[in-house]
Structures are given as C-alpha cells and as structure tokens.
C-alpha cells in the first residue's frame, strides 16, 4: 500500500509515517518546500502549495491512500481576528486542494481520511454525542463544519472520504496533552475552569491504528469520532494523571483566568462536549486503551 501524507512533521503524521514505513508500506510525504522533495522507495516526497491550490503534477497518481492531517495549529498562538482567519484558511484551502488533487488523479486514491476535531459539536454539556450530532454554533464548530466541506471535490469524484473528528490525542511527545504533563510532574497540575467539562480523549496508539482502519474499512465514510469509548470530565482526567505520576492536583485555573491569558481560545478547553466512537466501534474497532488510565499508562509506562 501507498499513502500519501499532508503533515508528516506533526505529532500524528510523523507517528504515521514511521507505523507505515516500518509495516513496509510507501509513503508520499507532501511537503510545502520544494527543495525538500525526495526521490526513493517508501519515503519520498512531492511538493504542494496549499493555499495557492496546487499540488505537484502527478503526485497522486496511484497512491491507494491520502492522509491529510496540515493545518494551523489551534492552541499555537492568542487568536486575534488575523489568526483566527488563518485558522480556517489553512483547514479549507488546504483541504480542497487536496480534494481537488485526488478528483483529478489520473487513478485517484480509494480513500482520503481527511482531519476534523470534536470541535464541530461545539458546548454539548453531558449529552453523549455520536456522529450524527449537529454542529455546534461557536468558531471552532464553524470552522470543522467548512473544513468537511472542503472535501466535497474528492466526494463528488467518487472517492471515500472519511473524517476523523479527533479529540485529545493524549501523548507526552506533543499536542495538548504533551504541554500539560510538564505541568502535573512538577506538582503544578489541576483542573481547568469547573473542571465538569467532559474532554473527549484518546491515545496516540490508537489514534494511528484508528487512522490505518479507517484507510482499510471500505464501510467507513463521513464523521468518525476518534475518541476513547469513555469519555471523562477534565476533573478526572486531573485525577488520573495525579494518581499515575503520584502528585497532588488541588491547583485549579478558574475560566476567567484561563480568558485573560488564552482569550477566545480558553471556551475551546473549558467547553464540554461527551463524544463517543459509535461509527468505530460499529465498524469493529477494538481499542487498546478505552479508558483514561490505560491511556494514561500507555504514556507514562515509556517514560
């Protein structure tokens, strides 16, 4: 098999890359420098310009898979209105570029996994939401809503076209999570605003084995949550990682702190939302971590 990767320098597509490579499958890294593109066997590169819709002549062409995992980064930096634009460019542009790329493929790949976020939910509170929930109505939910959307090209050309609505990737290597062990190793770790929020999880392991199953399981298209099938409050994920690396966690950032230092970005940590992976679980996905301590574990077991 041969798989083509948008964001191959990422926690996830770097994660990727080296699962496939070291199962002996090809894989097409797509690059934004030009000057980076490599020739050779199973680790290649091919260039691509995301924004300015172009993806080198060719590349495509009898690839069995693209995984496009490139986007600005969420948490990277305040939003203001300049970044939050490019939040959402990065996402369209990029996607329907590499939509349009596999439309027009001389033999177009059998399946595009195309990144998306439980962001699209927006606040659901405590209700357990599956993938046939509707969006949300705050930045982020508009923003994952458009970013789907950008893939209609591929869709319309007959391509599967999944979407993995990701949560937390709990890894101590990057993301989210990676920022905050630091944190609670140090003593420093708490809950954040009410702490009732639920944060919808799930390990790097089986966040990549989802990614593989998805690009094999001819039965998945559209939405599908990658997250762990129990979803917890951010209190007891505070909890869990005290427990684990034996650390008291009675420190707690109150929401209008979380405001003042994040702005906009502070509701994407304290806003709610119980997301479920109906649509993997159907499919016959058997995660090796389906709770937060075993995904806790899987971490801090290696360090």
Not at 70 to 89: C, F, H, L, Q, V
Request: aromatic share 6%; hydrophobic share 45%; glycine share 12%.
């Amino acid at each position: 098999m041969r798989v083509a990767i948008t964001g191959s320098t990422g926690l996830i597509g770097s994660a990727l890359t080296r699962s496939l490579l070291a199962d002996g499958h090809g894989v097409l890294r797509l690059v934004r420098d030009r000057s980076a593109v490599t020739p050779g066997d199973g680790g290649e590169s091919a260039w691509w310009d995301p924004v300015g819709g172009v993806v080198q002549p060719g590349a495509l062409d009898g690839v069995d898979a693209v995984v496009h995992l490139a986007g600005a980064g969420i948490g990277d930096r305040r939003w203001n209105a300049a970044y939050k634009a490019e939040i959402r460019r990065s996402r369209t542009a990029g996607t329907e570029t590499i939509a349009r790329a596999c439309a027009e493929a001389a033999t177009p790949p059998r399946v595009l996994v195309s990144a998306s976020a439980t962001g699209y939910y927006g606040d659901t509170g405590d209700l357990v939401i599956e993938e046939s929930a509707p969006a949300g109505d705050d930045f982020l939910a508009d923003v994952c809503a458009a970013w789907e959307a950008a893939a209609d090209p591929a869709r319309e050309a007959g391509v599967r076209v999944v979407h993995p609505r990701t949560g937390l990737v709990v890894s101590a290597k990057g993301g989210a999570f990676g920022r905050l062990l630091p944190l609670f190793r140090f003593g420093l770790g708490g809950r954040l605003g009410s702490g009732e929020q639920y944060w919808p999880f799930i390990s790097l392991t089986d966040h990549l084995a989802a990614l593989r199953f998805a690009i094999a399981a001819e039965e998945l298209s559209g939405p599908v949550n990658f997250t762990a099938p129990e979803p917890v409050t951010n209190r007891a994920v505070t909890e869990a990682l005290g427990r684990a690396l034996h650390r008291p966690t009675l420190a707690a950032v109150p929401a209008f702190a979380l405001r003042a230092v994040l702005g906009e970005f502070a509701t994407g940590i304290t806003c709610s939302c119980r997301a479920v992976p109906s649509a993997l679980l159907k499919a016959g996905f058997d995660f090796a971590h389906p709770t937060v301590d075993e995904a806790l574990g899987s971490v801090l077991g290696a360090n």
